[in-house]
């Protein structure tokens, strides 16, 4: 099992940037592919972006495609999400997991999450 957790989130203005990281400990991260999803307000869970163990793949929502970057840094056990030109849509708490499953867009194929961090964007 692998223990994450999030932070970075806050308050930002539309056209603003956040970097979120997620901290893991437990099993070897290196090992893991890891994704980061989001759950706006009333709203389920939704896939935002994904990335290989290595690093040297990755993936985004349609939604996200340009604005973010997801990437990793294995020597610290450190998972981030660089969020820029944020939008009112992009308000949501913010979670990390961990991929054990084949489908990196579906839920389904996380096993270890952490409890979020909540962004929220202002006019």
């Known amino acids: 099992q692998v223990s994450l957790v999030e932070s970075g989130g806050g308050l930002v203005q539309a056209g603003g940037s956040l970097r979120l990281s997620c901290a893991a400990s437990g099993r070897t991260f290196s090992s893991f592919a890891m994704g980061w999803f989001r759950q706006p307000p009333g709203k389920e869970r939704e896939f935002v972006a994904a990335i290989s163990s290595s690093g040297g793949s990755t993936g985004y929502a349609d939604s996200v495609k340009g604005r973010f970057t997801i990437s990793r840094d294995n020597a610290k056990n450190t998972l981030y999400l660089q969020m820029n030109n944020l939008q009112l849509e992009a308000t949501a708490i913010y979670y990390c997991?961990?991929?054990?499953?084949?489908?990196?867009?579906?839920?389904?194929?996380?096993?270890?999450w952490g409890q979020g961090t909540q962004v929220t964007v202002s006019s």
């Open positions: 997991a961990t991929r054990t499953g084949f489908n990196a867009y579906d839920t389904r194929a996380y096993d270890d």
